[in-house]
Each structure stands twice: as structure tokens, then as C-alpha cells.
């Protein structure tokens, strides 16, 4: 199972009933958690600031890593992607991914299919084929999910012997902007002017509906999800991520060959939902879609949709992007 081709889930019960599949992390890149666009490359980058807020250094009391069987999906505890929500108590983790799904989930970072294939492209084959249960306690009762995220950049070291550091390029991307200055639309609303998160949710008759808030087809707040639209689309959404989130799940919904960047201004939490036409381009294929753009296929185009729902556009130019490299990793040490 690849990072970048399997969109990996955490379903929810909820989620499951509903028929959405919800992202966990699926790239890798630097930041914190965005896209790091940087300024001077000279200078070795720094931590980035929520490891530090998160306290350092960090170990798993106990952990057991086994070899999973390939092809089989074991639910993680919790969602391995960039969101910042309260964790179940007791501190336990449980999942069985490949190694790039915890690296990706370690350093909270998330990268476009072509740099993803960039940086695994020197390694051993068994670290995109090979999936491992790993199966942890936390020290503390209640950890946070970034001081879960040092637990793991910690067993990663200890037991894949994981070496990574991170280089500066000026790399080609696509920056999202506003299409209107100072205006977003109709289906990108700030979380506060929304359904909020401990309401009371029901699945709606029909997600795409413009009586449905926008994200309000999802039962829960944090992470973005889709699931098939009328006539064939795709309907994408989310309700309280911060906005700089938003172009880092893009690249995993339409084939864009870059990174996208967040140049949109807009500050705080926002609920969202985006139904777009699938064709060619398109990086998701839901049950009931057909990406092949065919004639009973009716719905904007991903460009149009962004625009036309969200007040949104993409626009190309170059900035200064951390990347990771992976320096040396090996085959798990025994329990």
C-alpha cells in the first residue's frame, strides 16, 4: 500500500454509516503544520513550533511493532493525519501502515504524490510495500496528539534506526488565493458561523444540498473527507480545520504535478464543501463516480467548483519549500 495512491481512512462508525471516506495524512512535507515556505535557505531549519509547544522530547512507556499482513486495513486509534483533535483517553495507539503513513504522521507533515515518490525513490522496496502493526502506551494518561506525533518520531529512530533532515529548494507551486479580495464563497464559511462541533448530527437526505452547511454532510469536526455526489461527482468537505490546511489536502484529490501553498490571508477555523465534476485529473474515484468524464457526468470543474463554492483560485509561482530527506532507515528491531 502506497502513501499517495491508497487514500487511507480512519472511519468513524458514523463516517462509515454515512458512506465518507475520511483522509489520514498521506504525504510527507515540512512544516508546521502547512506547507513551510521559508525565506532564507542558508540557515539549518529550526524545530518547528509545535514540538517545542508539545515539550520536547517524548517515548512510548511500551511498544510492540509485528509485520502486517499486506492489503489488510486495521483502524488506527486515532486519525495519523495533520489535525490538532482531542484524542480518546489512555493513551493508547494501535495502527498498521506502511513506514511512510507514521514518518508522515511523526513530523506532521504532508507532501504531493511526485515528491513523495521523490524522496522514497532511493529506498528499500519494503518500505512502501511492507505494512507494520504498531501497538503503543503513552507515558501520560491523556497526551495530546502532537506529544503522541514525539512518541513516534522517538520509536521511529530507536527501532527503524530512522535518520532524517530537511533541505530548502524553490520549488514550482500553486498558490491559493482569493478569486475576489476579501471575499470567500458560499461554501467556505468560518467554523464559528457553523454547525458547531459537539452539535447534534444526522445524516442529511441529500449532502450536496445548499440547505446542508457547508461540511455538514461530516459527523465530525477535524480532517477532510469525501464522499460521491449527485451525478456522479464528488463532494469534499470538512468542518474546523484552519484554512492553511485546505491546499495541503488539494494534491490528494486532483492531480496538480505541484505542491499548493496558502496565500489566501484568511485567518481561523473554516467548514467546507466542494462538488466538482471528476475527469482525468482527478486523484479520487468514489463508488459511485466515474472519473473518465463521460457524458452522464454533470457537475463543475474542479477549477470552476473552487471558484464558483469557495471564492477560490490557484495561481503558479515559486517559493522557498522545506523537504524531507531521509537519511538512513532500517528493518524494525525485534520487540
Not at 464559511?189 to 442529511?204: I, M, N, R, S, Y
Not at 468537505?237 to 486532483?254: D, E, K, S, W
Not at 457524458?295 to 515559486?318: H, I, N, R
Request: proline fraction near 12%; glycine fraction near 8%.
Amino acid at each position: 500500500m502506497t502513501p499517495h495512491r491508497a487514500l487511507r481512512a480512519f472511519l468513524a462508525d458514523q463516517a462509515i454509516r454515512a458512506g465518507i471516506v475520511a483522509f489520514v495524512a498521506t504525504v510527507f512535507f515540512v512544516g508546521a503544520p502547512a506547507v513551510a515556505q521559508t525565506t532564507a535557505s542558508a540557515a539549518a531549519p529550526q524545530p518547528p513550533a509545535w514540538q517545542a509547544a508539545a515539550g520536547g522530547h517524548m517515548e512510548f512507556e511500551v511498544a510492540s511493532i509485528h509485520l502486517g499482513e499486506p492489503g489488510k486495513f486495521i483502524p488506527p486509534s486515532f486519525g495519523l493525519n495533520i489535525e490538532d483533535e482531542r484524542l480518546p483517553p489512555g493513551g493508547h495507539f494501535k495502527a498498521g501502515f506502511t513506514l511512510p503513513v507514521y514518518i508522515e504522521f511523526a513530523y506532521k507533515l504532508m507532501l504531493t504524490p511526485e515528491q513523495s515518490d521523490a524522496v522514497l525513490a532511493h529506498l528499500p522496496a519494503w518500505v512502501r510495500s511492507q505494512p507494520f502493526v504498531i501497538e503503543a502506551e503513552a507515558p501520560v494518561p491523556n497526551p495530546t496528539k502532537d506529544q503522541m506525533r514525539l512518541m513516534m518520531q522517538s520509536l521511529l529512530a530507536d527501532r527503524f534506526k530512522l535518520a532524517v533532515h530537511f533541505e530548502t529548494k524553490d520549488t514550482p507551486v500553486l498558490a491559493l488565493v482569493l478569486a475576489k479580495p476579501g471575499v470567500t464563497g458560499p461554501r467556505l464559511l468560518p467554523h464559528e458561523q457553523g454547525l458547531p462541533c459537539d452539535a447534534k448530527w444526522t445524516v442529511p437526505p441529500d449532502p450536496s444540498a445548499p440547505t446542508v452547511p457547508p461540511g455538514g454532510f461530516l459527523p465530525m469536526c477535524g480532517g477532510v473527507a469525501a464522499r460521491p455526489g449527485p451525478d456522479h461527482t464528488i463532494l469534499l468537505g470538512a468542518r474546523n480545520i484552519p484554512i492553511q490546511h485546505l491546499p495541503l489536502y488539494l494534491p490528494t484529490v486532483y492531480k496538480f504535478g505541484r505542491p499548493v501553498i496558502d496565500q489566501t490571508e484568511l485567518k481561523g477555523t473554516f467548514d467546507f464543501s466542494l462538488d466538482w465534476a471528476p475527469d482525468s485529473n482527478s486523484a479520487i474515484i468514489m463508488r459511485s463516480s466515474d472519473s473518465s468524464g463521460s457524458a452522464d457526468v454533470d457537475g463543475p470543474s474542479f477549477f470552476d467548483a473552487l471558484k464558483e463554492q469557495l471564492g477560490l483560485k490557484l495561481k503558479p509561482t515559486k517559493a522557498a519549500i522545506q523537504t524531507l530527506v531521509i537519511d538512513h532507515v532500517e528493518q524494525p528491531s525485534p520487540n
